[in-house]
DNA sequence: CTTGACTCTGGACTTAAGTCCAGAGTTTAG
DNA sequence: CTAAACTCTGGACTTAAGTCCAGAGTCAAG
């Protein structure tokens, strides 16, 4: 039988706050934990996989929601369904790489082109600021 | 003299609702209007193109914290101290990008190796969802 | 057994960024 | 002038994602 471990572990496992552990239970972004007898909660490899999975879509900019998503596609049936939601993600990250490739494209001209000193006239970071093309 | 607006034309200028206009006056976002006797806020150019900065910045994910630490850029005298602002920016910037980029080319290879049909054991996405590996 | 660390619950509180509202006054097109 | 459209204020409400708490029970080391 695997080792189960408590929600102190978990959270320290997983890089996930206790608290928070319980908030995911709490809006049924994880599954009721099991519990031993004084209620204590378990958990197994599974939920630090699942927690972990979590942890990684939040710091990438996913809501709860979208990997909620992603991760109820692991139990969809149907394969082509699964297909079609991780090319929709994938559209997703390829539009916002797009953009934020536009800033960085943006500020590094700035910032190449400023002297670092000298009259903020001659800033064209300052310039660029107050007025700014459409994007 | 420079035509002014009222706020209605303002937010549909900017593509800002109006009840978020009022709002970043609230929060000191805008700065106090300039008022008619009747007490209806007018606006020019200046802060119209302080709108679309802001704006542009939230579609790129930044905070309004943030977008107004850029703006307050626009107000310093100190030219060394906006080029660093901008450059910790950029460094920002560029770690989004790179991350997203990993995720981009893990769905693109699982998307590409996915047939689309057939039994969810054969499908790649199912199975890394189930077992990713650290970030 | 005792002590310190751990866990339980339900609910209140927090931050960010709005969004909505009522009731009153203002502007403008016809 | 009248009606429709616009704007004002202050405050309440919303959503997302936690975070904190009190008071009570539980576990583990010595």
Chains 1, 2 share one sequence.
Do not use: W
Not at 7 to 21: E, F, K, N, Y
Not at 72 to 94: H, T
Not at 108 to 122: F, Q, S, T, V, W
């Amino acid at each position: 039988m695997t080792t189960t471990i408590g929600i102190g572990q978990l959270a320290r496992r997983s890089g996930v706050p206790i608290d928070t552990v319980r908030h995911y239970e709490r809006i049924g972004l994880l599954k009721p934990a099991a519990r031993l007898a004084s209620g204590y909660r378990r958990y197994g490899e599974a939920e630090q996989k699942r927690l972990r999975f979590i942890r990684r879509g939040k710091a990438l900019g996913f809501t709860l929601d979208e990997i909620q998503a992603l991760l109820s596609l692991g139990s969809s049936r149907d394969v082509a369904r699964v297909r079609g939601a991780a090319s929709e993600r994938l559209a997703d990250v390829e539009r916002r790489i797009a953009e934020l490739t536009r800033v960085r494209d943006g500020l590094r001209a700035l910032i190449a082109a400023c002297p670092g000193h000298g009259r903020a006239e001659d800033c064209p970071i300052l310039n660029a600021l107050s007025q700014e093309s459409e994007p």
